[in-house]
Nanobody, 129 residues
Framework: QLQLVESGGGLVQPGGSLRLSCAAS????????IGWFRQAPGKEREGISC????????NYAHSVKGRFTISRDKAKNTVYLQMNTLKPEDTAVYYC??????????????????????WGKGTLVTVSS
């Protein structure tokens, strides 16, 4: 069974850091570009970051640029989202998703929900004092 499982969420004070993980089981992420999304209470889901299958291309939404860093570890079949300088407005359920790509698309990166093939169930991040 193909699964993406997010972990690493929790409660953190403003200005703090968390690292989210997105682990795949049942398939290898080598041929997938990965996107991170979040949905705050009462708001629409927002794409915030992506990384290409090669890891050579990344992109960030304006709301997180300069504070969040996406990376991937092929040996661990896992993608990470390092979140620094967290703000209360970062409070949300965070999801990772995978978009299958052709071998020639190893620099493709998207955080558009419609491009994704598989989704995790999310992990809650709460930023509060």
């Amino acid at each position: 069974q193909l699964q993406l499982v997010e972990s690493g969420g929790g409660l953190v004070q403003p200005g703090g850091s968390l690292r989210l993980s997105c682990a795949a089981s049942g398939f290898t992420l080598d041929t997938y570009a990965i996107g991170w999304f979040r949905q705050a209470p009462g708001k629409e889901r927002e794409g915030i970051s992506c990384i290409s299958s090669s890891g050579g291309s990344t992109n960030y939404a304006h709301s997180v640029k300069g504070r969040f860093t996406i990376s991937r570890d092929k040996a661990k079949n896992t993608v990470y989202l390092q979140m620094n300088t967290l703000k209360p407005e970062d409070t949300a359920v965070y999801y990772c998703a995978a978009a299958w790509v052709y071998a020639g698309q190893d620099k493709y990166c998207s955080y558009l929900a419609g491009d994704m093939d598989y989704w995790g169930k999310g992990t809650l991040v709460t930023v509060s004092s």
